[in-house]
T-cell receptor, first 116, second 111 residues
Framework: GAVVSQHPSRVICKSGTSVKIECRSL??????MFWYRQFPKQSLMLMAT?????????EQGVEKDKFLINHASLTLSTLTVTSAHPEDSSFYIC????????????FGPGTRLTVL | RKEVEQDPGPFNVPEGATVAFNCTYS??????FFWYRQDCRKEPKLLMS???SGNEDGRFTAQLNRASQYISLLIRDSKLSDSATYLC????????????FGAGTRLFVKA
């Protein structure tokens, strides 16, 4: 399957700062990547679908101006949490879908964000 | 009603036990189905895809019943290393690809 990396794996920041998370598809050209958020003891919630060369598609309730997504190449998508607040503290995971129909997804190792 | 519902768990079983997880989905347009495993504070990893004919991979057997909109996962001869959260995942294709995760069922296998 596809190998996906994320950086950083863990970040602690002060309230009001912006944090950028990178998601890289190491062995697969990904036209589409997905960004998820997972709060403790809850399931993954899709935040947005990142499309290479075009604007991301955000799920209902996710503020596009707060969670900026850039997918400038087939191997890199970035998520920037702007003006982070403690309630943004979560586990952020990206994924790559590898087939058109069955759409198995391969996930990055995740980024744990803690906003103080 | 949630789009994908799983047994709330947790399941506590002894080594060697057989354990079954159940999952139901509400969207009849769902196209593909998976079981993922997620260890604590880690990303989900694909355990197996679920096909209409049912499929088996070693100690793991997955079943799909489209008429009932029901998916199951059976683990035989449980190992300590099977302890994890098992996520039922459904892809809905018409209208745009969308992946929906169940809340997961936590499994504890004890010696």
């Amino acid at each position: 399957g596809a190998v996906v990396s994320q950086h950083p794996s863990r970040v602690i920041c002060k309230s009001g700062t912006s944090v950028k998370i990178e998601c890289r598809s190491l062995d697969f050209q990904a036209t589409t990547m997905f960004w998820y958020r997972q709060f403790p003891k809850q399931s993954l919630m899709l935040m947005a679908t990142s499309n290479e060369g075009s604007k991301a598609t955000y799920e209902q309730g996710v503020e596009k101006d707060k969670f900026l997504i850039n997918h400038a190449s087939l191997t890199l998508s970035t998520l920037t949490v702007t003006s982070a607040h403690p309630e943004d503290s979560s586990f952020y995971i990206c994924s790559v879908g590898t087939t058109m129909f069955y759409n198995e997804q391969f996930f990055g190792p995740g980024t744990r964000l803690t906003v103080l | 009603r949630k789009e994908v519902e799983q047994d709330p768990g947790p399941f506590n079983v002894p080594e060697g036990a057989t354990v079954a997880f159940n999952c139901t989905y509400s969207n009849s347009a769902s196209q593909s189905f998976f079981w993922y495993r997620q260890d604590c504070r880690k990303e989900p990893k694909l355990l197996m895809s679920v096909y209409s004919s049912g499929n088996e991979d070693g100690r793991f057997t997955a079943q799909l019943n489209r008429a009932s909109q029901y998916i199951s996962l059976l683990i035989r001869d449980s190992k300590l290393s099977d302890s994890a959260t098992y996520l039922c995942v459904v892809n809905v294709l018409p209208g745009g690809f969308k992946t929906i995760f169940g809340a997961g069922t936590r499994l504890f296998v004890k010696a």
